[in-house]
């Protein structure tokens, strides 16, 4: 097993003063994702703090238009947007999880602002364990939290666990478990940083469950002066393919 290590975003401070950033948001507000309008509630995982989910919806859409799958599900949804977005494009049914009562509370006022009750559900847990062991979908993905932090898990609050998974431990759950949950010709998928996460690790958790990382389309990077950090950081969406 690869040694992980903090990366200098983590151990130099930068990625705790983004979350300084995400706390100081104590009213709802609102961001736009593909011309449409989303509400964010504090202590919910902040787009507009964190980058990752406005750079990656285009890559999303052509995702969800190209596959167009009956039944998709996504872990850590936060406020829905990337859930409702699919709906909207091409999913014919989404299951959205997430960890936090305030994120599936937040999930649900976005559903019901676009009247998708009847064909997203919302249920709270961490990864798969919410879900009826029966459950299947075409799609599965996750937007990782894909810092490693020198910090037990159990430490972190509910807004640490958005950006942070401590050797991985969530990753590997959803690496190992995620083909009890696929249908037979079902894709699953992560979005992760080669530079702020640790590949290697990524790569080798693949490997030992029997999966090859494919880069699904080009990463893209932040370059914006207001993301700080993330100047250049690249975010990319993978899939991990079944090796026969």
């Known amino acids: 097993m690869s040694q992980m290590e903090?990366?200098?975003?983590?151990?130099?401070?930068?990625?705790?003063?983004?979350?300084?950033?995400?706390?100081?948001?104590?009213?709802?507000?609102?961001?736009?994702?593909?011309?449409?309008?989303?509400?964010?509630?504090?202590?919910?995982?902040?787009?507009?703090?964190?980058?990752?989910?406005?750079?990656?919806?285009?890559?999303?859409?052509?995702?969800?238009?190209?596959?167009k799958p009956n039944s998709l599900l996504e872990i850590g949804a936060g406020a829905g947007y990337l859930s409702i977005l699919a709906a909207l494009n091409g999913a014919n049914t989404v299951t959205a999880t997430d960890i936090t009562s305030q994120a599936i509370a937040n999930m649900q006022a976005n559903i019901d602002r676009y009247n998708l009750g009847d064909r997203i559900r919302t249920l709270y847990g961490s990864i798969f364990e919410p879900l009826h062991k029966n459950d299947r979908f075409d799609i599965i993905f996750w937007n990782t939290p894909f810092n490693h932090i020198n910090k037990p898990l159990n430490e972190l609050n509910e807004l640490e666990r958005t950006l942070f998974d401590p050797g991985y431990i969530l990753t590997e759950i959803y690496i190992r478990e995620a083909h009890k949950h696929l249908t037979k010709n079902g894709r699953l998928f992560l979005e992760t940083s080669k530079k702020l996460g640790n590949f290697a690790r990524l790569t080798e958790l693949a490997s030992k469950y029997g999966w090859l990382l494919k880069l699904f389309d080009d990463p893209e990077c932040a370059k914006e002066k207001s993301y700080g950090i993330y100047d250049d950081i690249d975010f990319g969406t993978y899939e991990l393919i079944k090796v026969e």
């Open 6 to 67: 903090e990366t200098i975003y983590v151990r130099e401070g930068q990625v705790h003063a983004k979350l300084e950033e995400a706390y100081a948001y104590k009213e709802p507000y609102t961001t736009i994702f593909a011309g449409l309008e989303f509400i964010v509630h504090p202590n919910v995982y902040n787009p507009e703090v964190f980058p990752s989910s406005h750079l990656m919806v285009n890559r999303w859409l052509r995702l969800i238009r190209a596959v």
